[in-house]
């Protein structure tokens, strides 16, 4: 039977219904929200309005990023490179694999007076910790310190999970790759007594991670070797985690520069925080200008991706470290808004009395 065809109908969403049936309807409900009929604010722009709002933006990003980037550079900072590509670095001598193990010294100068606490960084270059499938190379479950997972590892470690047919701890790529170049600073008196600067190894760590995230086996009254019994080292590491400090409080998973390298960086080029050199007094600057020698203990190859290694001492500000990016993002805002500002106002003065329509002669 053939049906007769309504365009009211398709105009309204419905499709036709069957004699008898229930008409189909598609037109949403007569409401203020479904119909666009709730009260809304809508801003007039206006040259009175608009001018004001750049010209503010302007005058206080301008003064905001000239402070940012003064309080940066006033920030002290000094970078020591001792990768030894070089011929003539004294650490030149440590690309030998033959050379083991390999200490060199790098004799420097600081200009002025470190003030303040100073933090002593390790920084690489070209090594990419933000690779996919090195970021998951872990188990966290084995660095909170539960048993199963310290005899089981997750598969996520492999190739590191298993060696000689005992589970790695830690297990995974991060770990295994851990820093272990050793770092000593001296400050020069005279030749013949050199004067060891105090490097604090302990509260490098964030708090969540030493406290919350990273745990040792249970069984405090247990010896630490103990703990990880069962276990082997990773395969780079020349001793066991129970045994990367004599203090059991900064050894095995809780092990501070451990910690620290386990959190990634997210950029091929990175520092991490290596040691601490806190104030004794205020009458004295923490590291006087003068020469300098850094010891170092060359164990981390880097030369076979062409990486680089540098230690770097930097003190700090209100701000953080030495970043002059926030100040000139600041100061170029600033200065496009006023800039902005300046011309809108040229414009509306100008063609402000003229007519909003043009005559149109044909």
Wanted: glycine share 6%.
């Amino acid at each position: 039977m053939a049906m007769n065809y309504n365009a009211k109908d398709e105009v309204d969403g419905g499709p036709p219904c069957a004699p008898g049936g229930t008409a189909k309807n598609r037109r949403p409900d007569n409401t203020a929200f479904k119909q666009q009929r709730l009260p809304a604010w809508q801003p007039i722009l206006t040259a009175g309005t608009v001018l004001p709002t750049f010209f503010i933006i302007g005058l206080i990003f301008i003064p905001i990023g000239i402070g940012i980037f003064v309080t940066s550079n006033n920030i002290r900072e000094i970078e020591i490179d001792y990768t030894g590509t070089d011929p003539s670095s004294p650490c030149n001598k440590c690309l030998s694999p033959n050379v083991t193990p390999c200490i060199c010294t790098i004799n420097f100068t600081l200009e002025q007076s470190f003030e303040g606490n100073v933090f002593m960084y390790y920084g690489l270059s070209n090594f990419y910790q933000n690779h996919r499938r090195y970021v998951k190379s872990r188990d966290d479950s084995q660095l909170n310190g539960d048993p199963s997972a310290l005899l089981n590892p997750s598969k996520e470690c492999e190739p590191y999970r298993r060696n000689e047919d005992k589970p790695i701890a830690p297990c995974g790529a991060i770990a295994n790759s851990m820093f272990n170049d050793t770092l000593d600073l001296f400050l020069v008196g005279n030749e013949s007594d050199p004067t060891p600067i105090h490097l604090i190894k302990k509260g490098i760590a964030w708090w969540t991670d030493k406290n919350v995230k990273f745990r040792n086996p249970p069984g405090a009254d247990i010896p630490l070797e103990e703990r990880f019994k069962g276990t082997t080292k990773p395969v780079n590491w020349v001793k066991p985690v129970y045994m990367l400090d004599p203090n059991e409080d900064n050894s095995g998973f809780i092990n501070e520069d451990f910690i620290v390298w386990m959190r990634t960086a997210a950029l091929p080029t990175f520092r991490k925080l290596y040691r601490l050199i806190e104030r004794k007094s205020d009458l004295h600057p923490t590291l006087p200008a003068g020469r300098y020698y850094l010891n170092i203990t060359y164990n981390y190859p880097v030369h076979s991706f062409d990486g680089r290694k540098r230690m770097i001492l930097s003190t700090i500000s209100w701000m953080g470290g030495k970043n002059p990016f926030l100040g000139i993002a600041y100061i170029a805002i600033g200065s496009i808004s006023f800039l902005l500002g300046v011309v809108l106002l040229v414009i509306n003065h100008k063609y402000r009395n003229s007519s909003n329509t043009a005559d149109i002669t044909i």
